[in-house]
């Protein structure tokens, strides 16, 4: 399975983005999908990630509220609309197939990997 993550770029802050996940290969529709940041000089964190169908979804407390996932299972896409972004939100953006259906929260329960799209905001 080879995963494909990109809509990053440059926006002002309280601008929107909406990053895009797909995968080749093999489809990822019947496992979860996490998309999960790394900024520079500190360790990749959880963003937020959905199951299978849809049906379970986990947020990141740090972006709750102005992110929001969502997956296409018909086109294999998953989705990660981010709104009123803010500085602290820069970073490379990673998404990631489950090793489950369901939506984990830990970069070990994930084994396959994006090469990441950056998102930088400025302020």
């Known amino acids: 399975v080879q995963l494909q993550a990109y809509g990053g770029g440059l926006v002002q802050a309280g601008g929107s983005l909406r990053l895009s996940c797909s995968s080749s290969?093999?489809?990822?529709?019947?496992?979860?999908v996490g998309w999960f940041r790394q900024a520079p000089g500190k360790e990749r964190e959880f963003v937020s990630s959905?199951?299978?169908?849809?049906?379970?979804?986990s947020v990141a407390d740090s972006v709750k509220g102005r992110f929001t996932i969502s997956r296409d299972r018909v086109k294999n896409m998953v989705y990660l609309q981010m709104n009123s972004l803010k500085p602290e939100d820069t970073a490379v953006y990673y998404c990631?197939?489950?090793?489950?259906?369901?939506?984990?929260?830990?970069?070990?329960?994930?084994?396959?990997w994006g090469q990441g799209t950056l998102v930088t905001v400025s302020s």
């Open positions: 990631a197939s489950a090793r489950s259906s369901t939506a984990p929260a830990t970069p070990f329960s994930y084994n396959y």
């Open positions: 959905i199951s299978w169908n849809g049906g379970s979804t």
């Open positions: 290969g093999r489809t990822f529709s019947n496992n979860g």
